[in-house]
């Protein structure tokens, strides 16, 4: 099973992905994580297993960091992704990551969906 996803871009098309995420892990736990959480709440969250044996959905739409550390958070949550365990993923959506060596990490570990900002009215036909 995969364990991390990272999906940015258009709402349109970047919910939809999300959506059939949570429609697979229909009984998780959900955890919604935002620039207020740091990154030690949410790494203990996704590293420790549901008290009910459920899965857990823990979207990530922003952590807490500055510009000097954000790089170093990001080498964190690098870091995290060999410990979580099975039954657990973490979704980055739209939290504003572009360093190529995080996209690298994620791919050793789950899926990048990665959508233009824009939305292309024709799509939406």
């Known amino acids: ?4 996803a990272l999906i940015d871009g258009n709402y349109i098309e970047s919910a939809s992905v999300l959506n ?9 736990e959900v955890f919604i994580f935002d620039e207020q959480d740091s990154f030690d709440y949410i790494s203990q969250i996704v590293s420790e297993t549901s008290c009910f044996g459920q899965e857990r959905l823990c979207l990530v739409k922003g952590f807490k960091s500055d510009s000097k550390n954000r790089t170093k958070v990001l080498n964190e949550f690098k870091k995290l992704f060999n410990i979580i365990p099975d039954g657990n993923i973490i979704v980055f959506y739209n939290a504003g990551i572009s360093a190529k060596s995080f ?4 791919e050793k570990y789950g899926n990048i ?8 009215k024709d ?3």
Request: glycine share 0%; charged share 45%.
């Open 1 to 4: 099973m995969k364990k991390v």
């Open 103 to 106: 996209f690298k990490e994620v």
């Open 113 to 120: 969906y990665q959508f233009d900002k824009k939305i292309n």
């Open 20 to 28: 059939k995420i949570k429609e697979h892990l229909s009984d998780a």
């Open 123 to 125: 799509k939406q036909r």
